[in-house]
Each structure stands twice: as C-alpha cells, then as structure tokens.
C-alpha cells in the first residue's frame, strides 16, 4: 500500500493489526491482519476531523494467507460508524466494532466485523509516517 505522506498532517501514523487468539488459531496469527494509514489523536483514538480532511489518505490493507490482498479506505457512516470500504456498493465492507472509542496503541486490541463473524485484532505497531 502507497500513501504520499509529504501532505499529510502530523497525526497520521502506520498502524498494523494482527489476528488475537481465538478459535482455530490460539496463539493469534500474524498472518491475518490490517495496514491502516490514519490519523490519530494524541491519546491514540482515530481523529475524526483528520479523516474527514484526508478522507483519501485513509487506507487500509487487508492481508490473509492464500488470499490477494484488499486495499481500501477508512470510512465513516452517519451516525459515527466506522468501516472498512474496498469497492462499490456494500457487500465487501468490514465494520470496526466501537472504533470511535477505540484506542490504536500498541499492545490494545480491537474488533473488526468480517463476512458475518467478528474477529479480534492486537494493535502490533503504531509508527510516524
């Protein structure tokens, strides 16, 4: 995933997700995960001013073993919603369960509805872009 960052403002970081324990895999797995490209606010919660100003800016990459990777953006319902879009229509989007009251910290974890089922993620690198 390609992101010019000369333009982009001071919050936005790399933040990568790596697949908690769970079912069928115990001990997590870092080969199911997310790249994200967002900005945060200095406690570690998603700025969502900065998303609304750099809403292009706001990627992600989705990565599974066996599989081609997605590439997409952060984006935000009305409501306050976030979710992952990857193409028209709503059929791929992945839901970020509370990310509004999430912290992106490294070692925190969060939950990402995919394909009906819900999946937690540890927080494995926040870092200045």
């Known amino acids: 995933m390609t992101v010019t960052t000369a333009h982009l403002g001071e919050k936005f970081r790399h933040v990568r997700l790596e697949l908690g324990r769970e079912k069928g895999h115990p001990q997590g797995d870092r080969a199911y995960g997310y790249d994200l490209v967002v900005p945060l606010e200095d406690a570690g919660n998603l700025d969502a001013k900065e998303c609304v100003k750099h809403q292009a800016n706001c990627r992600v990459r989705r990565f599974r073993p066996g599989e081609e990777d997605l590439v997409g953006r952060l984006r935000r319902k009305?409501?306050?919603?976030?979710?992952l879009d990857y193409g028209e229509g709503e059929d791929d989007d992945e839901l970020g369960f509370r990310f509004s009251d999430e912290r992106f910290v490294a070692g925190e974890?969060?939950?990402i509805l995919?394909?009906?089922v819900m999946h937690t993620y540890q927080v494995k690198l926040v870092e200045k872009l």
């Open 78 to 83: 009305p409501g306050g919603q976030w979710y």
């Open 109 to 111: 974890y969060v939950s």
């Open 114 to 116: 995919s394909d009906g």
